[in-house]
């Protein structure tokens, strides 16, 4: 029902920043809980951050804790992930995700990419040392 597109991904030394940004088609957007993922070669797809259909709740992989950060703007159908503090082991290709089913905002749900439902293309960040 809503489909998404990633971009804002590149090239950045360790500790630099970037900004990841998910445009969204669907008058439904505001409904949907968002969350990233990102899949490095060869390894399985991972959860980074979600966000609730209102943007006020939101979850995190430990790994990036207090350093990313997962915002909407439902006014214009998009999702953001804000990372900071870049590291080399957060190279990966970042998708965006719309979850499946509108049921509670809850950890064990938003997590698991087969909740997801719509996918975007990804954007690739690489980050070196």
């Known amino acids: 029902q809503v489909r998404v597109a990633e971009s804002g991904g590149g090239l950045v030394q360790a500790g630099d920043s970037l900004r990841l940004s998910c445009a969204a088609s669907?008058?439904?957007?505001?409904?949907?809980?968002m969350g990233w993922f990102r899949q490095a070669p060869g390894k399985e797809r991972e959860f980074v951050a979600a966000?609730?259909?209102?943007?006020?709740?939101?979850y995190y992989t430990d790994s990036v804790k207090g350093r990313f950060t997962i915002s909407r703007d439902n006014a214009r159908n998009t999702v953001y992930l804000e990372m900071n503090s870049l590291k080399p082991e957060d190279t990966a290709v970042y998708y965006c995700?719309?979850?499946?089913?509108?049921?509670?905002?809850?950890?064990?749900?938003?997590?698991?990419?087969?909740?997801?439902?719509?996918w975007g293309q990804g954007t690739q960040v690489t980050v070196s040392s």
């Open positions: 995700a719309a979850q499946k089913y509108k049921g509670p905002f809850v950890y064990a749900v938003v997590t698991k990419p087969t909740n997801f439902g719509s």
């Open positions: 966000c609730s259909s209102s943007g006020g709740g939101t």
């Open positions: 669907g008058r439904t957007f505001s409904g949907y809980a």
